[in-house]
């Protein structure tokens, strides 16, 4: 897999604008799943982002793997398509959240099973990296298929980053 088979994951900042994964595993059934990127508006995370997925609750679960094995992908996928369009027809679990970090994105990207799924993850930038996790972040940006849509506050702590660790980058010294 290369960097260029990466699709950055744009708009997608709370539960109704979420990237909606269909027949994802969940046990022994399949399920829906959301994913998105929230950012933190209050306290210690004010102004850091995560990511955040949700899954569909086990009755769901049930009714849409039978509906698979019955009638098809596609055919269980409208099926799921139509519920999710009616209000309070499909429950969701409890959302689970990565940790806070000050750059966070979202990736779409072959699965590294050699099946040619596709995956939903993240990558993140912490507040200290190494020049090299930098220059290696940096790099997986230039290369990926698109370009995040950082908003200007994310584009100041991303620039706040970079002076701050290439500032504190000693060059190697030359013996004489």
Partial sequence: MSTSD???????HSAETAHL???????????????????GIKGP???RSRFVTQTTDKAFNIAYTDRIKRDGIEAAN????????IPGAVRWNNPHGSTYAPIVVMVSSPLSDGSGRIGIDFRTLNEYPSLQTLNAFRAFLAE??????????EQAIFGRIIRRTEAAEVPEQVPA
């Fill in 45 to 47: 995370a004010k102004g």
């Fill in 6 to 12: 990466t699709t950055i994951l744009n708009g997608h």
């Fill in 144 to 153: 990926s298929a698109t370009a995040p849509d950082f908003d200007s506050t």
């Fill in 21 to 39: 994964t269909y027949s994802y595993p969940f046990g022994r059934t399949r399920c829906l799943r959301r994913e998105w990127i929230e950012q």
């Fill in 78 to 85: 409208a099926w799921a398509t139509t519920q999710l369009a």
